[in-house]
């Protein structure tokens, strides 16, 4: 989930030996970056993009050949990042969950094809067709017509359990066509997770994923839950420069997605994973899971994209489940990325090389975690050198520079003291929204605050900048700073408009005043 800006810088070109004329040996090549070059390359880009700590992990023929942490644990104490630190993953948790599904399907437990109700009879989308049609298949796609990460802003981070928010699924209105439009989705995840015991006979998906994968991989510290994650020991804490300076962020709680978004792990676990996808579902020699489970999760459903890349090479990108797959350099590549608040982690493997990547960080206003990921992948592919940190901040000056310079005006509009169009009581009230449900706005003093019924420690607070509009700011610094407007019709406040994060969520929510 989420959506960071860009990221950091490389050390000059002068720093790596490599050029377009240096490709006959790209995986000699490749090593020698990571045993040479890797350390200052990570050390320059955490101090350019602002970037607390970071690990990374590479795996090549069989063999684990870096895994490494840089920078530290939290801002301000000395603990440093290294192999066994711990990250919130989040959608990195997709593949598992695919994996699940499709290990199910080895087993004749389930079909994909199947009609999804016949685990879920209560589970509906919006349109009576499109509920009718759904498949297991469907829920793994990203393809109901529903834009990307609708319906989240809801979902993510609240108190509502599962059945609850699949419950919620239905009021979503679809922008798209069902199986068309490509529309990131993480309610669809949890719905396949909740299929899991509907076809077990009752094994949830977090067993599933613990005694079927995690528990022999031997990846030993990854847990299924981001449950009391904060008291972890040696676990990276989470910050954001998305609206301002670096900021500390909570940790996100978000065991109700699980099967989305709530694996907790570090690179050491994460080089056996990839071991694991890079051995046709042999690890240490043994069989864990048939090659038929892990190449069924890599046939595209949905696809992502088919124009090629100004910038990489690359051409097509489809989904299947789980995790993306693209052209890369003549190989085909396989990744996800993962954002939870304060977290941004990528995992990429590249059977063909027997290549495998994974980059954890914990700063999530930034494009770096992408730009080392790519970095690795054109040194061992061969690809002429360009410096893919540097490029992609380029990319991120001009987004942040537009974030920035939207707080500051909003800023100074606060900053005349307006008076308010009319007494803040009168804006006062509970509201509500079809998908989310209630908020209530409250008189403080020269503000308004807002309470969010489903997210019981987030508030955002209203300053008056003029007309019936107030400057929304979050308790929680990774939502963001916004314009919220009142709607008022004949001197009646009817409506109120919130706005977050659009990593958590692109469009506004209006809710209607009781």
Known sequence: MRAPLFLMALASAAAFSFSAHAQTAPAATGNAFVRDSLAR?????????????????VVKDGKVVASDGFGVRAVGKPEPVDANTLFLIASNSKLFTGTAISQLVE????????PARKYLPDFRLYDSTSTRLLTVRDLLSHHFGTKTFQGDFTFWDS?????EILQKVRFLKPTGLFRQQYGYSNYGFLAAGEVIPAATGGTTWQDFVQQRILTPLGMSSTSPSTAGASQRANIALPYTTAFGPLTRVPFDEVDNFGPAASLVSNVNDLGHWLRFQLDSGKYNGQRIMPWATLRRTREGNSLVGSTKSPIYPSHFRTYGLGVYSADYNGRQIYWHTGGANGFVTNVCFVPEEGLGIAVLTNQDNQSFF???????????????????SRQLYGFAKAGNAETAKNVADLAARVAKKSKPARPLKDYAGTYTHPVYGTITV???GKQLLV??????????????MDGDTFRSTFSNAAYGIFPAPFTVESGQVKALEIRVNDGLEQDPYVFTKN
Do not use: C
Not at 41 to 57: C, D, F, T
Not at 107 to 114: A, I, S, T
Not at 370 to 388: K, N, S
């Open 41 to 57: 390359y990570v050390q320059r880009g955490l101090k350019l993009w602002n970037i607390p700590g970071l690990a990374v992990v």
């Open 107 to 114: 087993e004749k437990k389930l079909k994909l094809d199947d």
């Open 159 to 163: 108190n509502l359990n599962r059945a």
């Open 370 to 388: 992408e730009a080392l990921r790519y970095q690795l992948l054109d040194t061992y592919l061969g690809m002429p050198y360009v410096d893919r």
């Open 442 to 444: 409250e008189p403080r």
């Open 451 to 464: 309470r969010f019924s489903h997210h019981p420690t987030l508030t955002t607070t209203l300053d008056y």
